[in-house]
């Protein structure tokens, strides 16, 4: 987990600051405006058309897909893609890493891009996994392993924020 807005989940007890300050939380986690590597979302490929559909072609609200063109033969060299998710509660809105290349770009810098446009796009949190060498890039871009858990009190503080007009459900299984 990379926090790319620092309030919100702060605000909702997402997660907490620590012994940190809010100022220090800032400077830790600033990412610069622009980026670094050229690229956007989109994409264009040779891959089988079903697949690109299926698992990389951006949808609202669902996927998207970052990639890099080298500005000398403008052939797609990098790529990163997302899916989104939103904590309908809260109103947080998460995206998660979902397939990576990194041919000429390197990879922390290629993820350090993908925080930026993830930022730039207005989610809150980026989710990696500790899969297929995303590990390059967790100490250097300051991803803080997760616990899974939703705590008590975070749970507590979801239903005080329901309104009169909502009704909730507890199933145990």
């Known amino acids: 987990m990379c926090l790319l807005h620092i ?8 997660t907490t600051l620590g012994r940190m300050t809010m100022s220090m939380a800032n400077k830790l986690y ?17 891959f089988d058309e079903n697949d690109v559909g299926h698992w990389l072609l951006p949808i609202e609200d669902v996927v998207q897909t970052y990639l890099v063109e ?33 041919t000429e770009t390197s990879f ?20 990696a996994l500790d899969v297929m060498h995303n590990e390059s890039f967790f100490k250097e871009l300051r991803f803080d392993p997760g616990d899974g858990q939703i705590h008590t009190r975070r749970e507590l ?11 909730m459900t507890i199933v145990s299984t």
Do not use: R
Not at 7 to 14: K, L, R, Y
Not at 112 to 127: E, H, P
């Open 70 to 102: 080298s500005p000398q033969t403008h052939d797609l060299t990098d790529l990163c893609s997302f899916y989104m998710t939103t904590l309908t509660i809260l109103g947080n809105s998460e995206i998660h890493n979902y397939y990576n290349v990194a």
């Open 7 to 14: 309030v919100e989940p702060i605000d909702v007890e997402f």
């Open 108 to 127: 922390p810098q290629l993820m350090n891009d993908a925080l930026i446009v993830s930022k730039q796009k207005g989610f809150d949190i980026l989710y």
């Open 157 to 167: 503080t979801l239903i005080s924020k329901l309104n009169a007009n909502m009704q």
């Open 30 to 46: 600033k990412l610069p405006h622009a980026l670094i590597t050229p690229g956007q979302f989109g994409i264009a490929t040779d």
